[in-house]
Nanobody, 128 residues
Framework: QPQLVESGGGLVQPGGSLRLSCTTTGFRLTYYTVGWFRQAPGKEREWVSC????????NYADTVKGRFTISRDSAMNTMYLQMNSLKPEDTATYYCATDAYTVCSHIAGLAPSDYEYWGQGTQVTVSS
């Protein structure tokens, strides 16, 4: 069973940047769609972005479009979420997820139910 591990979270001031990483052990993340989600206290888990296995297809929630960039480094078996111009409302626990069958498009790979394997999450706090 794939083990996903997120890292890179922390405390940042509004307008700042963070880069989250998602990696695995014993599993080639390269072959599968990967999604990023976030969940703030008292709120439902929210889709943020996804990327196709080849990296040619990416998709973003409107709330982060133009500020966040998803990418993958196949050689390192790692996915990234570059987050710029962070706002207090971006504060949440961020999760990466993957699944052997889901795809990333404007109508797919957008729901938590599309993904079977999840990491434990990394906390992002945007505050002055």
């Amino acid at each position: 069973q794939p083990q996903l591990v997120e890292s890179g979270g922390g405390l940042v001031q509004p307008g700042g940047s963070l880069r989250l990483s998602c990696t695995t052990t014993g599993f080639r993340l390269t072959y599968y769609t990967v999604g990023w989600f976030r969940q703030a206290p008292g709120k439902e888990r929210e889709w943020v972005s996804c990327i196709s296995p080849s990296g040619s297809e990416t998709n973003y929630a409107d709330t982060v479009k133009g500020r966040f960039t998803i990418s993958r480094d196949s050689a390192m078996n790692t996915m990234y979420l570059q987050m710029n111009s962070l706002k207090p409302e971006d504060t949440a626990t961020y999760y990466c997820a993957t699944d052997a069958y889901t795809v990333c498009s404007h109508i797919a790979g957008l729901a938590p139910s599309d993904y079977e394997y999840w990491g434990q999450g990394t906390q992002v706090t945007v505050s002055s």
